[in-house]
């Protein structure tokens, strides 16, 4: 998990990839969080009481498979060998969303409902940030080595790839059961969010072709918002708090009015 943010930043400074997409530097820094929950989830299935969920064996196998494509992704690209590296990409993507997907169809028993949320964290970070990346990074392989009619389109491939990256995480969250992927949604906005800062004067097209992408993720991510709040009674709405109030006193006055008649 190190090595790419060992290599990244000379990475950066020697390469001189097409910019067909490219968001800005600090979008980058969602590799902290990724890192970061990736050693928390370590952490948490090497606890004596964890060792037996079924359900971490299923998901550890496609979570080692994509952290091992993201390792792997920086020194490729240090070699210049651009079409292994986006293999490496894309199976971070692929691997990650395996694990997503094995977590949500896995047994409840054994598992709470907030321990599986907090659980798809990291695989929504990986497979969210993986799914953007490998996008745009096929997109300026394309521009730079595809055919000449996308060599001299790089604004129209940079706004089909982002526009295909909102498609795509749209779906996916509607694919998962509510909950599943806040994570997810999240860090596809941040990366989408990256792009229009990033292109807002280099290539306005396509800028504007990313806040229109992030539309379906935003309408697709709503119902994870709500469904991941927690249920307070003082949350009702005031209408519902006066009528419980109301029937009470109801009863109260009835038990009154029999008292004094008896």
Same mark, same amino acid.
């Given at each position: 998990m190190v090595l /790419?943010?060992?290599?990244? /930043? =000379?990475? =950066?400074g020697q390469l001189s990839v097409p910019d067909v997409a490219q968001? &800005?530097?600090?979008?980058?820094?969602?590799?902290?969080?990724?890192?970061?929950?990736?050693?928390?989830?370590?952490?948490? $299935?090497? %606890? /004596?009481?964890?060792?037996?969920?079924?359900?971490? %064996?299923?998901?550890?196998? /496609?979570?080692?498979a994509s952290m091992l494509s993201t390792a792997v992704w920086a020194p490729l690209v240090r070699e210049q060998r651009y079409g292994a590296a986006q293999l490496a990409l894309i199976g971070t993507a692929v691997f990650a969303e395996r694990a997503r997907g094995r977590l949500a169809a896995s047994a409840i028993a054994g598992l709470d409902d907030t321990t599986r949320r907090r659980l798809a964290v990291?695989?929504?970070?990986?497979? @969210?940030? *993986?799914?953007?990346?490998? &996008?745009?990074?096929?997109?300026?392989?394309?521009?730079? %080595? @595809?055919?000449?009619r996308i060599r001299r389109a790089p604004t129209a491939a940079g706004v089909a790839t982002v526009l295909?990256? *909102?498609?795509?995480? *749209?779906? =996916?969250? =509607?694919?998962?059961?509510? @909950?599943?992927?806040?994570?997810?949604?999240a860090t596809v906005l941040w990366a989408l969010a990256g792009v229009v800062v990033g292109q807002a004067r280099t290539r306005p097209p396509v800028a504007v072709a990313a806040a229109l992408a992030a539309l379906p993720v935003a309408i697709a991510a709503r119902p994870l918002a709500r469904s991941s709040r927690p249920n307070i009674p003082w949350r009702a709405s005031p209408a519902a708090r006066r009528r419980p109030r109301?029937?009470?006193?109801?009863? $109260?006055?009835?038990?009154?009015?029999?008292?004094?008649?008896?």
């Open positions: /790419p943010s060992l290599i990244l /930043p =000379r990475l =950066r968001p &800005a530097p600090y979008t980058f820094a969602v590799w902290l969080p990724v890192y970061a929950t990736t050693v928390a989830y370590a952490g948490y $299935q090497t %606890r /004596p009481a964890n060792q037996e969920l079924e359900v971490l %064996r299923e998901v550890g196998v /496609p979570l080692a990291p695989f929504g970070l990986q497979a @969210g940030w *993986g799914t953007a990346a490998a &996008a745009v990074n096929l997109a300026a392989i394309a521009v730079d %080595r @595809g055919p000449a295909a990256v *909102g498609a795509v995480a *749209g779906a =996916r969250i =509607r694919a998962f059961p509510p @909950g599943r992927s806040v994570a997810y949604a109301s029937s009470a006193l109801g009863r $109260q006055r009835t038990v009154t009015a029999g008292a004094n008649l008896s």
